[in-house]
């Protein structure tokens, strides 16, 4: 059973930091990413990584979110700093069975249950 479990969310001031987390299990992801999802908003893409290496960032989190994984692990994470109120959501990271990261939610395969995000002002 292929499982994506996040974790990491929580509520931090605007400014502060946090870093998520996502453990996959059941097979192997050589593409991830996170999107999140606002009350009343459409889920958006956040941040992609891809099987070499390669990232990309939507233009609203560039410069401050960082994502990385750890292969071995097969963990996924999202590192982000300054954060504003407008990052609070609900993120999710999601995995594909091809080597390049993707921007379309469509493209991605398995999905976690997300983790909460709340920053307050």
């Known amino acids: 059973q292929v499982q994506l479990v996040e974790s990491g969310g929580g509520l931090v001031q605007a400014g502060g930091s946090l870093r998520l987390s996502c453990a996959a299990s059941g097979r192997t992801f050589t593409a991830m990413g996170w999107s999140r999802q606002a009350p009343g908003n459409e889920r958006e893409f956040v941040a992609a990584i891809s099987w070499n290496g390669n990232t990309d960032y939507a233009d609203s989190v560039k410069g401050r979110f960082t994502i990385s994984r750890d292969m071995a692990k097969n963990t996924v994470y999202l590192q982000m700093v300054s954060l504003k109120a407008e990052d609070t959501a609900v993120y999710y990271c999601?995995?594909?069975?091809?080597?390049?990261?993707?921007?379309?939610?469509?493209?991605?395969?398995?999905w976690g249950q997300g983790t909460q995000v709340t920053v307050s002002t």
């Open positions: 999601a995995g594909r069975r091809y080597l390049d990261g993707s921007r379309r939610g469509s493209d991605y395969g398995y």
